[in-house]
């Protein structure tokens, strides 16, 4: 698998660099891997687990903030600010991951209850403007050096994130046995418990763990963009983007998000490109109507469906 | 430090608010808490409804009050139209479904309205718009937001009523808790699943009325609607009408005082980090079923 | 149920609960009494470098074509009130132009957000916008020789999408310059990405000073900076308001009210260090969030700090509950003065009615040819005036254009037929180098600006703190108070441009109006 993985990330970077296409497309590519990323992470606690989190947010703000404020304000390489964003996001993590799966709130509960966690960092974000720039948001110093996680060539960036993503898949691929046991949790929590998995330390770990990379995530996001703010990266939209595109490629598989952001990103982009200029609004009306025919026909996402058709 | 007078005021404003908040979620709490439907598209039937008042009275002369009824039925309408051919196929479905389902429904929602009516403010104004009952002590009610707590009071009541009294209200009950014996006894479910959908985005239409003289008609309105009738449903316990009002009260009053006493900034934050808190200890809502 | 799950740990819940809420408690103590300690310390510590009035003064230079072309800018302002420094900005470019056949057409980038939260104003701006590119292809293009190809993109009101659509103009379009756009997060967003391809972008429509402290090259902003918004407002209160009310300054109380995001922020740092330094009372400083559903807590904190002048940022989405709420919680005043965006965003007005007369706002909105005092332009600009307005209000059922609307077509013919052309002329092509080199030395004291007190463009070079920025709008005052009467904007202030006397206190038929 490990090698799988890495070739095709080889090649399409070789593929990426020997072409040379316009910037535009290699920061679609870039794009897409970047939601591959953060929703395949999303998916291990809210698909593979079951525990649909619209909390994630805070870690993805967390992870980017952190990381930002600590190389703008003591000029700390972002490489290294990566981990310290991912202390931020593990604390965060444990503050609502331990009493929530302690007390045994699930399902529609822990939905609501993390989207509110989204909403009340957002807020904090945007009042206490004197550390994090407040709605004016955070532009990054130019440094343009790979030793402060930026260049100025933005092919450079893509290897970069798949090498995030072949991690973070290769390490869920490995964790067979946490696979299962959060297999057994999604379908029926009380059976699992019955047959000796510790459901609250499961559920902990798979929370902290893909908060963990989900942080690494916002990290990347603030280097590539070089531009952060609360409302983009805090946002309940982007709790919802991510939710979006896991579910359409498909929860129960290990692939299925990077395969609903293979798909639904171009598609997005593309009908932005064709109507966006002249019926402002309409391409969105064909999105939605693209997911609303996808739903009907393929309730299970896409790789439920390819899955079903192998 | 402030006055007395205004920290009443604050309280009366936060009560009225939760009041709103309440109405807002009355139909959700239908549709999502007692037939569990996950209908992330909610706030924009709020604003359909919103918009079909705003255009009664602009073309027409209609006053929102009045034209309740016609909105009433026009969502219901829609409602039933859209469960049987969206999500009738999907019930059977994993939930997740539904959550792709209505975010694609939402997103055609906010951008239809946005090729159709413009991303122009609109709102409905004269009348009673903006008018306050001054009471004892310079403290003031304003009409409109009272009219809307009270119908979202007495829709709460009555729903409350409905579900556990009448006929219809326990079959849509017992199709909630369990639809193979439901069926087993007769109950045709597709159609009580259809007429609940229609009857909760019904009420979501009586909420948009009561509330078109108090917010601005624009596409994306919904957005935040959304946000907050699930915390309100949540709060209250899954289907639990009087619970979601309590809960309602409970958001609005914080939101109100809170953002008066220390600041209007963080004032939904304080009110969502104490609802979580809330969650902790009940983690079925306040009275669940 | 799952609850009780015992993992040997014996947490209770009570006992985590009061763990938790001890926490929270302490926490929530910590992070408010720092907050409020960090703003009584130093609310802001940006230096305003504020740039005063200029007296004009201009160099022209004359080019033989083929000769080495030097073009000198020099211009200088004095020292007036109360600020800063005498400032001189020089220019100087040295360049051979290569004198190739001038290309048939040329592709400009306009992106606005179109849908989404800022759609309204997003839109206006772009139909205006093209209203100028029409207006200046039906004249041949270009010098009346290159036909401008708009290349249309959506933000979508986020600055991901903006970014994306940028990357694309520059890269799949390859569009010469991008012309844009509503909104400070949008406009940040896609600025570093014309930067990173260095591709001259040319903004209006957002006026956040973090954007001119990025010492850009490929960015020039045509329109006024926020805290000079706010030293207006300051300035019209200080000359008109007070004294209408036959007060000193120290005797009136201010409060100021804002969105919490860059726009609010920024007018209203401006305003606020203005007031300082001339000793007016700010006695209260209330920002909130544009997205909130429930403004109650926010007009009752300013009603508790019992104004007698509100000062208010404000964007559509908020302004018209803003305006019920007041009304219906009893808040008043004497004068009510906006700083723009949603106050000077029409429809969110109408939807208002009649409760909005008599409240001012100042800024760098326009208001028609019926309320400006139109004969101070040239015949030529008050033509073009004129049928920018008729256009505008033929395509949106009568509306009339607002200021921002007048920005974004203004600030686009001033590029269309100031900028290119002098590239054209000059260096033989509309190559990002050789519009920079065209927009750096451009002097123009009467191209059509948004405001006629304003009409003006110099931009700053590099080296100098704001970079790339239209001093004209930082040296003379950019902005006009306007009055609302029949809810039509009339030009209040200053005196010169005034058409109207304006009505201070707001009178007994406003709902606002302090008894």
Sequence with gaps: MLWKLILFSAALTTVIYVTNPPPYVVHIIINIFWFAYVTSSWNIVGGFAGQVSLGHPVFIGLGAYTSTLLFMNYGLSPWLGLFCGMAAALAAAALIGVPCFRFGIRGPYFAIGTLAYTMVMEQLAMAFREVTGGGFGITLRRIDSLLYFQSADPKVYLPIILSFWIVLIYIMHRLQKFRYRLLAIRENEDAAAALGVNVFRVKLYALLISAAFSAVGGTFYAQYYRYIDPATVFGPDLALEIMLIAIFGGIYDLFGPTIGSGILIPISECLRILLGGRYFGSYLIIYGIILILCVLRLPEGITAYLSKKR | MLELGVVLQGIINGILLGGIFVLM??????????????????GDFLMLGLYSAYWLFTLYGLNPYLSAPLIIVLLFCIGFIIHWFLINPILERPELAQVLMTVGLSIIFQN?????????????IGGIVGVSIPLIGGLLLPLTRVIAMIIGFGSSILFYIFLKKTRLGMIIRAVAQDRVAASLMGVDVEKIDRICFGLGIALTGLAATALSPIYSVHPFVGIPFTILSFIVVILGGLGNFLGAFLGGIIIGTLNAVIGLMWNPQLAMAVAFLIFILILFVKPRGLFAR | MSREHSSGKGVTRRGFLTVAVSAIVAGVVAGAGSYYAGLSAAPVKEVTKTLERTVRETVTTTLAPGAPTTVTTTLTSPVTTTVTQRETITTTITKTPEIKPAPKEVKIGFIQPMTGALAFNGKMAMDAMMIAVDMVNREGGIAGKVKIVPVIADAKSDPKVAASETERLCTIEKVSLVIGCFGSAIMLAASEVTEKYKIP???????????????YKYWFHMETLDFRVGESVAQFTEEVVIPKLGKKPGDVNIVSMHEDGPFGTGTHDGAIEYAKKRGLNVVGRVPYSAKETDFSSVILKVKAAKPDIIWWTAYPSDMVLICRQAKELGLKAKAIIGFGGGTATMPSIKAVGADFNYIFDVGEEAGSVETNKIELLTPKLRNVLKEFEERFKAEHEGMMP????????????????????????YFGSLDPEAVIEAAESTVVQEGYGSTLPSYGYVYAPSGHPFKGQNMWKLWVNPNVAMQYIDLKPYVVWPPKYAVREPIVPLPSTSPYAAT
């Design chain 2, 25 to 42: 979620s009355i139909g959700l709490n239908l549709i999502f808490g007692v037939s569990r439907v996950i209908n992330f598209a909610h």
């Design chain 3, 201 to 215: 972008g040319f903004w209006t429509g957002a006026i956040t000073r973090k954007a001119a402290e990025r010492g």
């Design chain 2, 112 to 124: 239809g309205a946005l090729v159709a009516w413009s991303a122009d403010y609109r709102a409905i």
């Design chain 3, 402 to 425: 607002m200021g921002l609307d007048h920005d974004a077509f203004g600030h686009t013919y001033h590029v269309l037929t100031n900028i290119l052309p002098k590239a054209l002329q």
